[in-house]
Nanobody
Framework: QVQLVESGGGLVQPGGSLRLSCAASGSIFSINVMGWYRQAPGKQRELVATVTSGGSTNYAESVKGRFTISRDNAKNTVSLQMNNLEPEDTAAYYC??????????????WGQGTQVTVSS
């Protein structure tokens, strides 16, 4: 009932930048939290950054000062600006949204993932 479509992944050299975007659609009444998670091969999925509808943000320690999350509440979109990328940032990045459907039921939706590879 809620679809998340991500874009913006790719291959970048260390020190480079990428911008990920995610658009939510469906029978959405409201979205409380939108965020990005990542999963590297052989590792568990981990939080990268989240942002509430009020604009409060939360970042993993490893990305603080390098990544910036932002959202457009009117468009149900969230973006992740990633600067000074490191090889350790290589992973599949997943968009997440938590909120209420039009029938007031809670949803917790995930995107299909977009690959970010940092390598020289």
């Amino acid at each position: 009932q809620v679809q998340l479509v991500e874009s913006g992944g790719g291959l970048v050299q260390p020190g480079g930048s990428l911008r990920l975007s995610c658009a939510a659609s469906g029978s959405i009444f409201s979205i409380n939290v939108m965020g990005w998670y990542r999963q590297a091969p052989g590792k568990q999925r981990e939080l990268v950054a989240t942002v509430t509808s009020g604009g409060s943000t939360n970042y993993a320690e490893s990305v603080k000062g390098r990544f910036t999350i932002s959202r457009d509440n009117a468009k149900n979109t969230v973006s992740l600006q990633m600067n000074n990328l490191e090889p350790e940032d290589t992973a599949a990045y997943y968009c997440n949204a938590v909120g209420l459907l039009g029938n007031w039921r809670r949803f917790d939706a995930w995107g299909q993932g977009t690959q970010v590879t940092v390598s020289s």
